[in-house]
């Protein structure tokens, strides 16, 4: 009798010792963590719907894995700091937490966070021991679609042992579509039609993903693209994109449903009354809606 109540104590301890369903993970991975002094524990960030797609896939498993990795919820509903005491890595994806993108001079951006995400900035700050992926320094080069082409611009200059030479899309930053010279522009840029025009904040703010195809200059009037918008030569992919992901040595990639090529979408525009072709590559889901102006 006196081990079954002693038993029972220690299981009403560890119940009273979680006051909150949300304190549950990283109970089980203190449990975890003790098995072995050589795991490492991953937290990770995001909002539901998120996570709930690298479950899909099989990303950030309940138990350790083979090589030592404990993977941890984090949550925004409990103090943040005690949790990051717990992991040794943290994944997080601040674009989920932005509260806006405002202009710093002519063309510089700064990223405007919601409260709980600089504190969870703040807390990381506590904790230089503690990796971050990504840096937070570096978000702002995925935000803007200018930043990204400059970045892609580099990659003329790549010597690789392929004769084949590799470039970025051929683009323009526009501010005015009324612009009297945007076609003299466009012409300088190297530009020729269709061209796929974009908001030039490619993510966090809610028309990031309202874009439009445009087959001629005309097409500029009058256009509902968010302002700043980067125009890009529209190449030709067989509805079907590759993104890939590159972590140390290894090399991932995932394949994802485009945009018909030039011919389709050019008969797509015939049957509009020569309007442009508007989409939101997220409405319903990620299936891609074209819409007509």
Known sequence: MEDGASSNNNVDGARNSIGKLEELPMTICDSDRKSSEDNVVVGYIMKPSREKDFAKRGAFPSNPTQNGLIFMPLTFDLPILPQLKKVDIVIHKATDEISSIERSGCSSKIIIYTDRMLELQRCLGELPNCCVIDPFDNILSVVDRLRIQEILQGLADMKTESQHKIRGAYFLKVDNFEDLKLEQKLHE???????????????????????????????????????????????????????????????????????????????????????????????????IMLLWM
């Open 189 to 287: 840029a190297k530009l020729s039609f269709p061209c796929i025009v974009k908001p030039q904040v490619a993510c966090g703010v809610a028309d990031a993903h309202s874009m439009a195809i445009v087959f001629r200059a005309d097409d500029f009037l009058g256009l509902s693209v968010p302002l700043p918008a980067i125009v890009q030569e529209y190449v030709d992919h067989s509805s079907t994109l590759y993104k890939f992901y590159v972590l140390g040595e290894k090399v991932f990639y995932a394949i994802k449903n485009s945009t018909p090529n030039a011919d389709i979408l050019r008969n797509s525009y015939e049957k509009s009354g020569l309007k442009p072709l508007l989409f939101d590559r997220f409405r319903r889901g990620h299936e």
